[in-house]
């Protein structure tokens, strides 16, 4: 073998080798790339999940919190509300007793206990009444108390409240929720 074929041979070979060096790197590259295609669509399904998640989570604070404050804002008119329908109430008390004024008077003043009162406050409607029925007490009138009287010992040690506001006070516990289930029944109804 000549020098000239074996300088081909040589060339040859190493243009082989280079070719295999070549194939092998561009394998390595295209196994390199598919490696990182794979963990770029891992990476991103997991941020995905990650993004869907605090999504969720923000979705739910939110939710929650808006849920709150439409509460605590239904509360505060509803808290509103209450002190409005006992106000309206209140002004219509005089009304309850415009039937038999005398009759709602006499059954009040029976539940009173028998004593010798020194004061006794009454609606303007009842002065002559209470005039009447406690010739010795002093009297004030009070248009708030609707009907009824409030009456005081010479001491005021003991007093009685049997106005129809008082009683409007007592009940209101148990009338309110009825009114307030009502109210809302209309505001839900849709």
Do not use: Y
């Amino acid at each position: 073998m000549g020098e000239s074929a074996l300088k081909d041979a040589l060339q040859q070979e190493g243009q082989e080798s280079i070719r295999a060096f070549w194939r092998e790197a561009e394998e390595a590259v295209r196994t390199r790339r598919e490696q990182i295609a794979e963990e770029r669509a891992q990476q991103q399904k997991e941020a995905d999940r990650t993004l869907q998640a605090e999504i969720a989570t923000l979705h739910n604070t939110l939710l929650f919190a808006a849920k709150t404050r439409a509460r605590a804002c239904r509360l505060q008119a509803e808290a509103t509300l209450e002190k409005r329908l006992l106000s309206l109430a209140d002004t219509l008390l005089a009304d309850l007793g415009e039937g038999d004024r005398a009759a709602l008077w006499k059954s009040l003043c029976a539940e009173i206990p028998e004593q010798p009162w020194a004061e006794v406050r009454v609606h303007p409607q009842d002065a002559v009444r209470a005039r009447q029925t406690f010739p010795s007490a002093a009297q004030e009138t009070d248009p708030s108390l609707g009907g009824g009287l409030i009456v005081r010992s010479k001491d005021s040690r003991i007093g009685v409240d049997n106005s129809l506001r008082c009683r409007l006070r007592r009940a209101w516990p148990d009338l309110l929720p009825k009114l307030m289930k009502e109210l809302r029944a209309l505001v839900d109804d849709p």
